[in-house]
């Protein structure tokens, strides 16, 4: 069996959640492949500006999540691990990549309603609190 290793994030303006739809017809989070010798942090700030266009954030030191699946690729399965950082983005204008049909900055309980799978809810309502507690 392959592992795979992605990054992914939460990416947050203000109120609201950045969510992006994939060709397959999912909503979910920004989200890549660790590459060469990138480190988690380099590799999220790729995947966002190479699926959204956005260059203008910053990453919130302290949360840091991770969930598992496994799923086929040509008859191999595939078990994959994400790691899942949180953005603060200063912008809110998305030039989606091809990897993707659509986009919504959404207010919390609609971001958390639209996720389509369980493990990026549950994320997405720890990075709720996280912010919460922070007070940013």
């Known amino acids: 069996m392959k592992n795979e290793h992605s990054v992914a994030a939460i990416v947050y303006n203000k109120d609201e959640y950045l969510l992006l739809k994939y060709e397959m017809g999912h909503w979910g989070l920004v989200k890549g492949n660790v590459e060469n010798d990138e480190n988690e942090k380099q590799t999220i700030i790729r995947e966002l ?52 049909t659509d986009y919504e900055w959404l207010p919390y309980d609609r971001a958390l309603e639209r996720l389509s799978h369980e493990n990026t809810q549950q994320i997405l309502a720890r990075a709720k609190n996280f912010i919460s507690n922070q007070g940013a």
């Open 49 to 100: 500006e190479e699926e959204t266009g956005i260059n203008d954030a910053q990453i919130i030191e302290g949360f840091r999540e991770n969930y598992e699946y496994y799923y086929k690729f040509k008859g191999n399965l595939i078990h994959k691990t994400v790691n899942c950082l949180l953005i603060e983005s200063n912008e809110k204008d998305v030039k989606l990549s091809y990897e993707h």
